[in-house]
């Protein structure tokens, strides 16, 4: 599986550029979670790695779609529990990953894709493209680990209303509230974002990472200590006929908006 997602490594740097690659959006299903969760923990591991850079293929459309709609659409239980637990573990890999993470932007990012943005220590994104987390649009609620790590990027107040409202920004607006870090246009995204990068990896990294630790143990240890009770909230969540009713009805919507 890991052919969807492309780990480029700079050795002398040690900088690996870790690129999403499932045609045509990087939803991500059980797959491409899987994927980024094992590239992840391989690059953990991986002493010559000194930090890594998340970035899409699909330069100039789309960094990721969030998590893959039809994985939530008329599935038995066993589906949407298995799933829910790629999600979590994506979640924690990323969340708790041990050196500099910066994430490259480079497309749209709504949903789960402005979640994963979220895991990282900082944001450089492409000019006017949109990211949110917009699940209240679809039906559905965001987790509570995601609504902390908007909460932990622009603060409570910002946070309910986007939430709330299931808001989309414009990169501009997100530069505003603080949800990203820079804007800029596509060719320097990925430098930008490089250089960031470097300086980060230049912070003595045994401080940096229990930096990192210290202030994101708490949404983390909440879901560790109770992921079945996660999974069997989802579960539930989702097969309410109310919640599959708006997802279809979203879906639906996907798929027409080009005709
Ligand atoms: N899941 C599944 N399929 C998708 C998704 C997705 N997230 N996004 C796009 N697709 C499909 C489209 O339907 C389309 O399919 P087809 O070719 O068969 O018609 C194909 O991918 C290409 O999409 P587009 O033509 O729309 O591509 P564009 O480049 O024009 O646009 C966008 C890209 C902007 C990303 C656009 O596709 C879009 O807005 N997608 C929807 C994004 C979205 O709202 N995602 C929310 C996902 S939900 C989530 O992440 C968190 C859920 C938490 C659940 C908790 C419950 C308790």
């Excluded at 930008?192 to 045994?206: M, R, V």
């Excluded at 401080?207 to 990192?212: F, P, Q």
């Amino acid at each position: 599986n890991i052919s969807n997602v492309e780990t480029i490594i700079d050795s002398q740097s040690g900088i690996a550029t870790v690129k999403m690659s499932q045609p045509p959006v990087n939803s991500l299903d059980k797959n491409l979670l899987t994927s980024i969760t094992d590239t992840f923990k391989n690059l953990e591991k991986d002493s010559s790695i000194s930090g890594v850079l998340l970035t899409s293929k699909f330069d100039g459309r789309v960094f990721s779609s969030g998590l893959n709609i039809t994985d939530m659409f008329q599935q038995s239980d066993g589906h949407l529990a298995e799933f829910w637990s790629c999600v979590q573990e994506w979640y924690l890999t990323l969340y708790g990953f041990g050196k500099p993470l910066v994430s490259a932007i480079n497309g749209h990012s709504p949903a789960g894709g402005c979640a994963m943005a979220l895991m990282s220590d900082y944001r450089v994104m492409e000019k006017q493209k949109s990211i949110g987390l917009n699940e209240t649009q679809l039906g559905i609620v965001a987790p509570f680990f995601f609504a902390d790590l908007m909460i932990a990027t622009v603060g409570r107040r910002i946070a309910e209303i986007g939430l709330n409202m299931g808001k989309l920004y414009s990169s501009e607006e997100a530069l505003t509230i603080g949800l990203v870090d820079e804007v800029t246009d596509l060719e320097s995204v990925v430098p930008n974002a490089t250089k960031t990068l470097l300086k980060l990896t230049k912070i003595p990294q045994p401080a940096y990472k229990l930096s990192k630790q210290v202030q994101r143990n708490s949404p983390m240890e909440t879901l560790r200590n109770d992921r079945a009770g996660d999974v069997a909230l989802f579960v539930n969540i989702i097969q309410t006929s109310n919640v599959q009713a708006a997802i279809g009805g979203y879906l639906k919507a996907l798929k027409q908006k080009k005709k």
